[in-house]
Each structure stands twice: as structure tokens, then as C-alpha cells.
């Protein structure tokens, strides 16, 4: 009598290593367009060169490692071509301004793009098994008739994420258009962008970052209510709760 044969079942993706991806498409690039383009260092031509190669190269790798298109490549590839187009043309500071304030609002728009589709963007970054525990969460939301409510949660945290991207947009281009006042390419200008680079922690990162540490601790006391489960029990490594 012929063995019964177990129905295959297609094979999931890799999982991504999200700071990887993060460092790669955002973080690294950006780095390089601001601290290697004058012309004492690499130059523009070549800064704008390095700084699309890795976006370009993460998203390569990605589609034929886990066969998946990496939208945060193809933003972070717009944000420093932009960025470095004006800069090698030396255009006027508002197109400056503006260069500045292209990454935070394409990946903005990238964020509320990715509501439509089965996981949002900054699910994938948040609910990730370096942070949580998501068998864990997602055991304990269908054990409470949750398990629904985890994608609305999802979809309002990546609006408010989207939020802060839009406010980091619009104080970049108000700080590059207040202190950016000179003929691009003088020494005055470079000057000018000096303390623009400067200012940029103080008056727009150290906010932003304070908005993001408050919205991760309110999406853990939310999953936390979900659950049924202690927000600390339900990160990565966590310990799982007894039985009472």
C-alpha cells in the first residue's frame, strides 16, 4: 500500500537582517554623501558613485538571496541620487534644502505605501525576531481573539511612523533654507553647511528620536494589552510568564 504523501508546503523567504538593511540602504550612504563629497575627499562625482552603489548592491543580493523586491533599496538609491545630483551641479540652496529633506520624505511615503499591502513596512522593522518574540505574540493574540487586531495596531504605528518622517522632511528644509544662504561652492557656504551638519542632531535627530523611543513603548504597551503578557516578556529572549 503506497505511503501517503504529506501535501509541500512553498518555502518562506529568508528572513531579512532589518539593521542590515537599514544600514545599507539609509544609514551608510547618507554618511558618505556628507562626510565624503568635498572635494578634499572623494568629490561628489565619486561620493554620489559609492553612495548608490550600496543600495544598489543590498538590493541585488536581496532579490536573489530571499526573492523579494527591497523598496527601502530603490528609496534609498531616489534619496542620494537627488542628493547627489544637486550637489554636483552646485545648485541653488533651496534645491540644497530640498535634497535634505528628500530621504525622510520618500521613505515617509514609502511607509504609507506599504500600508496596502500584507505587512506594512514598519512591521517588518518592528516586529522583528531580533526585538521580539513573535511566535510568542502572535500564540497569545489568537489565544485572546486578538489575533485581528494586530494589523490595525500595525497600520496606525506606521501612519504615526510616517509622521515623524514628514516632520524630519520639513525641519530639514527649514534648518538647510534658514542657514544655507551662500553661493554654493564658496567658502562661505561650506561653512554654512558645516553648522547645518551640526545643528542637524540637536534640532531634528535628538527629537526624532525621543518620538520614536515613545511610539515603540506605546506599540509594547499595546501588545502588552493584547496579549495578556508583560511588554518585557514578549521581547526577544524575554522570559515567558508562569502559569498562575
Known amino acids: ?49 559609492l553612495g548608490c552603489a550600496l543600495p544598489i548592491g ?14 527601502l533599496s530603490v528609496l534609498g538609491l531616489v534619496a542620494v541620487l537627488l542628493k547627489g545630483v544637486f550637489g554636483v551641479l552646485k545648485t541653488s540652496a533651496f534645491w540644497i534644502a530640498c535634497s535634505e529633506a528628500a530621504l525622510p520624505l520618500l521613505f515617509g511615503i514609502g511607509i504609507l505605501f506599504t500600508i496596502r499591502g500584507q505587512e506594512p513596512l514598519v512591521q517588518r522593522f518592528l516586529l522583528s525576531p531580533q526585538l ?18 494586530l494589523r490595525p495596531l500595525m497600520v496606525t504605528t506606521s501612519v504615526a511612523y510616517a509622521g515623524t518622517m514628514f516632520l524630519s522632511a520639513a525641519l530639514n ?12 561652492g564658496t567658502e562661505e557656504f561650506v561653512a554654512q553647511l558645516g553648522k547645518f551638519t551640526g545643528l542637524q542632531y540637536p534640532v531634528i535627530a535628538l527629537p526624532l528620536m525621543v518620538l520614536t523611543v515613545l511610539l515603540f ?28
Open 1 to 49: 500500500m503506497p505511503t501517503p504523501t504529506t501535501p509541500s508546503v512553498a518555502s518562506s523567504p529568508p528572513k531579512e537582517n532589518q539593521w542590515l538593511n537599514l544600514l545599507c540602504n539609509v544609514v551608510l550612504p547618507t554618511l558618505i554623501f556628507m562626510k565624503l563629497s568635498p572635494d578634499d575627499k572623494l568629490g561628489p562625482t565619486w561620493a554620489l558613485a
Open 58 to 71: 543590498y538590493g541585488i543580493y536581496d532579490y536573489v538571496v530571499r526573492k523579494v523586491f527591497n523598496l
Open 132 to 149: 521580539f518574540d513573535i511566535d510568542r505574540i502572535r500564540r497569545q493574540l489568537a489565544l485572546r481573539g486578538n489575533a485581528d487586531r
Open 173 to 184: 528644509f527649514i534648518l538647510a533654507s534658514a542657514l544655507l544662504r551662500a553661493e554654493p
Open 217 to 244: 513603548l506605546w506599540v509594547m504597551k499595546r501588545l502588552s494589552t493584547l496579549t495578556g503578557v508583560p511588554a518585557e516578556s514578549l521581547l526577544a529572549g524575554g522570559q515567558a510568564p508562569t502559569a498562575s
